[in-house]
């Protein structure tokens, strides 16, 4: 099938495009250069079109995301809505089910999702939530910071049986990229205890968190992976964590990244995670401070760096993680009720439920040090937006953090008719940030950026040979003011007009038409073979005396993973 968007204002900053009238022509699953007189025209005249969003960082399938289902039903009786012929039924806010999860990206004409958190040993339940997603393809990312094996191996700085283990268990668990959560932090917490600063060390293990990040950037770059290594840093959520951010990003800048073709997408070696939950000055609650503008000057001084945000939205939420510690924290200072997990060997996690409200001080700090982030870093292609939903808040609100970025005006009078506490404009340098986002910014943090850091080289740009992966968003640009509108950005980007995926029109006038199964990206390693054949062998009584399940059951087989994009790196 051939179409053309025809006469849309086509932002595609991948290929410098910014504003411009232009025709997009699609056939079959892909973006062409050319069509026949046969194809189908859709008018879209002076209409926004953008490539389909790219969501660097959300949670969205695993164990993590049943538990808070189960536990919450007050959340998953919110957005209930009853089946109609192209959707099942929608239910949760936080915590929405699979298919409710794949209809609002796409009704948001978002088109792929970065699972941020999977531990191998629980890949397989992952997996199987992830093929109940319509609509949009799913990055998992195997959290490795606090497994025992790598902790061994980064202790004795085996760098090559490392990079072995890393690729034999991205095919194992059939995942895309290296996350790291809390390094050693998560393992400290099996012994109820966590890490604070980069240079402590778990308990029993006698490496430190410095010490992981380090051998697992190496190996990232030694192995020549698409995504760099992916780090949510040591002390996440605790006043005065700056420092340990910022040594956390300034401890790889000696390592080159990668030469091989298949990481030559991207520029940056790291990625930072929610960099607003790592951004807090003070020793208390009491007398926290924002750290953005440190952090910020951080990032804009190191092109070896990405980030994304973590914004606030001041919405009840569900607050996940592989940050079992810090998740205590929450729930020593909340006293909601908490979910703590442990997963043998690998990692651990925590949920419970957060009340952000504009009323409180301390989520109004946080608000304003997402924004502070935001607008401090100066180039948009180390920065993307993300909430970390639902962590801080659902990702049906990225189109209302889209409408604060790009009003002054509407921030302004948050802090002025005190919508939000006063300690936005006491205690951050927000008030005195008039940057806007225009619509060619917004195109980079939700799209083009993502797409480059993630290191995909099929989506993300409306380049000819691309995924046919397009949203349509109705707003015209050109007589439109998005500081004075904010309500109508926020509107606009909640509901395309069109959302094409793989060329197939899912979404128009923001409801579902159709749907389709998701694919499953993920990073088979070629040529170590024998090498992962041998870490095996040399791991495999460890396995057996500290897992509860047999080798036989832990490994993702391919039946699991239906609609694979494997993406094979030489
Ligand atoms: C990332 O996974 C990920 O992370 C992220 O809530 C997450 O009330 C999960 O107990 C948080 N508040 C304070 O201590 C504030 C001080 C308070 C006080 O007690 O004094 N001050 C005030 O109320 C101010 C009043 C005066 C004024 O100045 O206006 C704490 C409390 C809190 C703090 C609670 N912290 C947690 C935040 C962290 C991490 C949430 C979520 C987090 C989730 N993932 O005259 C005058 O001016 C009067 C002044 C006022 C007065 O005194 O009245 C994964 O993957
Ligand atoms: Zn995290
Ligand atoms: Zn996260």
Request: charged fraction near 20%; glycine fraction near 14%.
């Given at each position: 099938m051939e179409y053309i968007l025809k006469n849309g204002i086509v932002y595609d900053p991948a290929n410098g495009v910014n504003g411009e009238k232009k025709d997009i022509?699609?056939?079959?699953d892909k973006i062409v250069d050319s069509v026949s007189d046969n194809a189908k025209v859709i008018d879209v005249t002076d209409k926004i079109v953008m490539p389909a969003g790219v969501d660097i960082h959300a949670h969205i399938a695993g164990p993590k995301l049943v538990v808070g289902r189960l536990y919450r039903p007050e959340d998953s009786r919110r957005g209930v809505t009853q089946k109609t012929a192209h959707e099942k039924g929608e239910s949760g806010f936080s915590i929405p089910s699979c298919p409710t999860t794949g209809y609002r990206y796409s009704r948001m004409g978002y088109g792929t999702v970065c699972e941020a958190a999977m531990p191998p040993l629980e890949a397989k339940h992952t997996h199987e939530e992830i093929n109940t997603i319509p609509n949009i393809d799913v990055a998992p990312l195997p959290l490795f910071g606090n497994n025992w094996v790598v902790m061994e191996y980064a202790k004795e700085n085996k760098i090559d049986e490392l990079a072995a283990y890393v690729s034999?268990?991205?095919?194992?668990?059939?995942?895309?990229?290296?996350?790291?959560?809390?390094?050693?932090?998560?393992?400290?917490?099996?012994?109820?205890?966590?890490?604070?600063?980069?240079?402590?060390?778990?308990?029993?293990f006698d490496v430190t968190s410095r010490q992981v990040v380090r051998a697992l950037t190496k190996v990232n770059e030694k192995l020549g992976l698409p995504h760099s290594i992916h780090i949510h840093p040591n002390d996440l959520g605790h006043p005065g964590n700056t420092g340990t951010t910022i040594e956390t990003l300034a401890s790889v800048k000696d390592i080159a990244k990668s030469t091989l073709p298949s990481a030559s997408i991207r520029d940056q070696v790291m990625h930072c995670t929610h960099l607003q939950f790592h951004s807090y000055t003070g020793t208390s609650w009491k007398n926290a401070g924002s750290g953005a503008p440190d952090v910020a000057k951080f990032i804009n001084h190191n092109k070896y760096l990405t980030g994304d945000v973590g914004q606030v939205t001041f919405d009840e939420t569900t607050t996940m993680t592989a940050d079992g510690p810090m998740e205590y924290d929450l729930y020593k200072l909340s006293g909601l009720k908490w979910a703590n997990k442990d997963v043998e060997c690998e990692t651990g996690s925590g949920i419970i439920p957060c009340i952000y409200s504009p009323k409180n001080p301390v989520n109004t700090l946080q608000w304003a040090v997402g924004l502070e982030l935001f607008l401090l870093i100066n180039d948009p292609w180390q920065l993307c937006l993300t909430t970390d939903s639902p962590n801080g808040g659902p990702f049906i609100r990225y189109p209302r953090v889209i409408s604060w970025l790009m009003s002054n005006k509407r921030r302004m009078e948050m802090i002025e008719n005190r919508e939000v506490h006063k300690w936005a404009e006491k205690r951050t340098t927000l008030a005195t940030l008039d940057r806007e986002y225009d619509f060619n910014d917004i195109a980079i943090i939700t799209r083009a950026a993502p797409a480059k850091i993630d290191g995909y080289t099929d989506r993300g740009a409306l380049t000819p040979g691309f995924k046919a992966d397009i949203a349509v968003y109705d707003i015209k640009p050109n007589e439109f003011d998005p500081s004075r509108n904010p309500k109508e950005v926020e509107k606009a980007f909640s509901r395309a007009l069109y959302t094409i995926k793989d060329g197939q029109i899912l979404v128009k006038d923001g409801e579902i038409v159709q749907t389709k199964p998701s694919h499953t990206i993920w990073t088979n390693v070629t040529g170590l073979e024998d090498q992962e054949a041998k870490v095996i062998e040399d791991i495999m009584p460890f396995f057996k005396q500290y897992y509860s399940v047999k080798w036989s059951n832990y490994k993702v087989h391919d039946h699991y993973v239906p609609n694979p994009i494997k993406i094979d790196v030489p």
């Open positions: 022509m699609f056939k079959d034999a268990w991205l095919k194992l668990s059939k995942g895309y990229g290296i996350k790291i959560v809390n390094p050693c932090g998560t393992e400290a917490w099996g012994w109820g205890m966590n890490v604070h600063g980069y240079d402590d060390s778990a308990p029993y």
